[in-house]
């Protein structure tokens, strides 16, 4: 899988550089931005160059996209999307998101995915992108459903969160919902 470039009215989504390891520690190493994240915020700056080598794998193996997010008004990195665990035989793949505190609450969670969503449709032949989300993340499953995924279920006990068991909720989005959705809402 080739990592694109895109743009939408206000985002820059594109492969990560080795320029980006400070910018993505601080954001990784926020105890509050990742309170609901699956595993615990970095303490060494070393995780962010393995995330980024990681990413650079990732593309050459063909198993997902991992797209840097930059703000194009001050050209400020705000977060990152990816798509991943693709599996061209299911013609499936997964969604995931983090996005700087700071940057919250403007709908740029929602806008990015829905571009990534977009090229992954149209490039990939993907028929189902999956998500989940632990279900105290009410931010997270509201980006979800703004962009038409549909909630399938619970994971019962599925993450342990700061020491603290959690359930999560997976979301699925079909491609033929994708599409009769998409066509309400019209291309950067
Ligand atoms: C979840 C996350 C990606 C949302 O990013 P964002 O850019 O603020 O998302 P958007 O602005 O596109 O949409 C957020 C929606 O949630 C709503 N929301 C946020 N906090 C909420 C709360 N506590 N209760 C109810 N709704 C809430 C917002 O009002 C908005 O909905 P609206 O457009 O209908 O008003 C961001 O909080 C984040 O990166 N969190 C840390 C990492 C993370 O948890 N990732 C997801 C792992 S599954």
């Given amino acids: 899988m080739p990592t694109p470039s895109l743009h939408t009215a206000r985002l820059r989504l594109r492969a990560f550089e080795d320029a980006d390891a400070n910018d993505l520690f601080e954001l990784h190493s926020s105890a509050y931005v ?7 915020p970095w303490h060494e700056r070393v995780r962010a160059e393995k995330f980024i080598t990681a990413c650079r794998q990732m593309a050459q193996e063909g198993t997902g996209a991992r ?8 050209g400020a990195f705000i977060g990152w999307c990816t798509l991943n665990r693709w599996n061209p ?10 996005y700087d505190d700071a940057a919250w ?6 806008e990015a995915a829905r571009a990534l969503l977009r090229w992954a449709f149209d490039t990939l032949d993907l028929n189902r992108v999956q998500a ?13 459903e703004k962009l ?3 909630r399938e279920g619970t994971l019962r006990e599925d993450c342990v969160v700061n020491g603290e068991v959690s359930d999560s909720w997976v979301y699925g989005l079909i491609r033929r919902e994708w599409q009769s959705s998409a066509e309400s809402v019209p291309a950067p």
């Fill in 34 to 40: 990742l309170r609901y994240w699956d595993s615990p």
């Fill in 67 to 74: 797209l840097a997010v930059d703000r194009v008004s001050d």
């Fill in 89 to 98: 035989d299911f013609r499936s793949a997964s969604l995931g998101y983090c």
């Fill in 105 to 110: 609450g403007h709908g740029y969670a929602t």
């Fill in 132 to 144: 989940e989300t632990d279900t105290r993340n009410v931010a997270s499953a509201r980006v979800l």
């Fill in 148 to 150: 038409g995924f549909v």
